[in-house]
């Protein structure tokens, strides 16, 4: 899953998004400070692996593990 570093021309915020493996990348990135619907990419990082994106094991919340 990576991780977008976005930052936002109006307002100068700069956050992050991810976007789930497999999924479109989005055409347009909305600020989550102020709204503005012209925010864009500015870099990428590699992030750790979604829970359910490792395989099975101990504390699997499909399997019910604990």
């Not at 990576?2 to 909305?30: E, M, R, T």
């Not at 359910?52 to 593990?65: M, T």
Request: glycine share 14%; hydrophobic share 25%; with cysteine.
């Amino acid at each position: 899953m990576p991780v977008y570093l976005l930052k936002c021309p109006d307002c100068g915020h700069q956050f992050q998004s991810l976007v789930l493996n497999g999924a479109k990348v989005p055409g347009i990135w909305v600020c989550s400070e102020c709204g503005s619907r012209a925010a864009e990419p500015i870099g990428e990082r590699p992030s750790d692996f979604h829970p359910l994106e490792k395989p099975h094991g101990k504390g699997c919340p499909c399997c019910g593990g604990h």
